[in-house]
Structures are given as structure tokens and as C-alpha cells.
């Protein structure tokens, strides 16, 4: 079955500078790849998500990279800011098993002011 | 602004006895998922469900563990007996397959403290 690997599992960032999650998967029959942000106490909540049949996506200071061919997957944040403190998950979704969606084991990310 | 919505919130409960979580999909998603957090496995899916008819259940101790949905405004997991192990948060999602974004919305949870 699909596997998603993810790293870092713990990421510290200077405010302002740029954060990176890296993923990958195993089935390549994946074609949709959400992201999720999980504060604390609360469910996840999606925040971007690509396509197969896209290389990239951009919304505000979140973007997302995908390579089919490596089947990789990347969330970059620019600008970081304290409130992108949070856990997030990488996720694929498959054509087969009914869509099945498989998380990633999550990164923590920390923005210190 | 329509949620999901999970019931109870907190549960502590003694070992051996049994324990049902409640989800209330948002109207009109076909798809509700069941998952487990912990700390040590991450985000597992125990169950998923569309247009009320299970999918996958693999994720799910079969001997213990059991998901329904009665109709399609609730979604029941019931862990009958409970084992300290059991403790985590348990998670309902629901989503709309079938557009052009599948997008999960998450419950608040339900802590669950099995002792």
C-alpha cells in the first residue's frame, strides 16, 4: 500500500526566514497531494494542495512542489511568521484503494521571534 | 459556517468498559474518516466511509474496535472492552469525493483517557 515519508520531524526557524517540509511517496498512482496545518488542540485543517498534472502551486507565502518522476513532494514557507508555529502533514491520495488518504508522520514546526 | 462536530469532547473511562465516539459530518460530504493520534504513531486512519457504506477498515483493531454510520448524519466508533493503549485523540473528518477538491474537515476530536 501507499507509504508517505516526511522530513524534518522537527523544525526550528528564525522569524522571517524561509521553512521547507520534504515528502515522499510510494504508490505512483498518487495524483492529489494535500497539506495540513494542526494547531494545538485542534484538527488538522487543509492549507494547500496540488494536482498530479501541476509542477507547482503558490498561494500568498505558502507554495508546494511537485516531482512525478521522483515522487517527491515539498511545502515551502516564506516569511515566517510566530502564528506558522504548528504541526504539518503531508498527505497522497491514490486512484486505487477508493481514494484512501495516507498521512505523513507530520513536522513540527517552531518560529522563534 | 458548516463543521464537523464530535461528541464528547473529553472521555476518561475505566479499563474494560465500553466507549462510543459520536461525528456529525457536514451536510452533503459523502466520505467520513475515522483517525487516531498519538504521540507515537502520528495520524493513523482506523476507518473510512462513503455515502455510508465502508471502505477500509484495515486501520482498525478488528476485535475491539467498530465504525457505523446509522445514517448520514452520524458517524459512530465504539471500542468495547477499552485498554489503557486505546488513549489517544480520536478524529472524525468528512469530505465531498467526487468535486473538484477533496479536501478534509476535521473534528475538534474526542481525548480519550482509558485507566
Known amino acids: 500500500g501507499e507509504n508517505v515519508e516526511q522530513h524534518p520531524s522537527t523544525l526550528s526557524v528564525q522569524e522571517g526566514d524561509s521553512a521547507v517540509i520534504k515528502c515522499t511517496y510510494s504508490d505512483s498512482a498518487s495524483n492529489y497531494f494535500p497539506w495540513y496545518k494542526q494547531e494545538l488542540g485542534k484538527g488538522p485543517q487543509l492549507i494547500i494542495d496540488?494536482?498530479?498534472?501541476?509542477g507547482e502551486k503558490k498561494d500568498q507565502r505558502i507554495a508546494v512542489t511537485l516531482n512525478k518522476t521522483a515522487k517527491h513532494f515539498s511545502l515551502h514557507i516564506t516569511e515566517t511568521q510566530p502564528e506558522d508555529s504548528a504541526v504539518y502533514f503531508c498527505?497522497?491520495?491514490?486512484?486505487?484503494?477508493?481514494?484512501?488518504?495516507?498521512f505523513g508522520p507530520g513536522t513540527s514546526l517552531s518560529v522563534i521571534p | 459556517d458548516a463543521r464537523v462536530t464530535q461528541t464528547p469532547r473529553h472521555k476518561v473511562t475505566e479499563m474494560g468498559q465500553e466507549v462510543t465516539m459520536r461525528c456529525q459530518p457536514i451536510l452533503g460530504h459523502n466520505t467520513v474518516f475515522w483517525y487516531r493520534q498519538t504521540m507515537m504513531q502520528g495520524l493513523e486512519l482506523l476507518a473510512y466511509?462513503?455515502?455510508?457504506?465502508?471502505?477500509?477498515d484495515s486501520g482498525m483493531p478488528k476485535d475491539r474496535f467498530s465504525a457505523e454510520m446509522p445514517d448520514a448524519t452520524l458517524a459512530t466508533l465504539k471500542i468495547q472492552p477499552s485498554e489503557p493503549r486505546d488513549s489517544a485523540v480520536y478524529f472524525c473528518a468528512s469530505a465531498h469525493h467526487g468535486g473538484e477538491r477533496y479536501e478534509q474537515y476535521f473534528g475538534p476530536g474526542t481525548r480519550l483517557t482509558v485507566t
Open positions: 466511509f462513503r455515502n455510508r457504506a465502508p471502505l477500509d
Open positions: 496540488i494536482r498530479s498534472n501541476v
Open positions: 498527505a497522497a491520495v491514490g486512484k486505487t484503494s477508493y481514494d484512501k488518504v495516507i
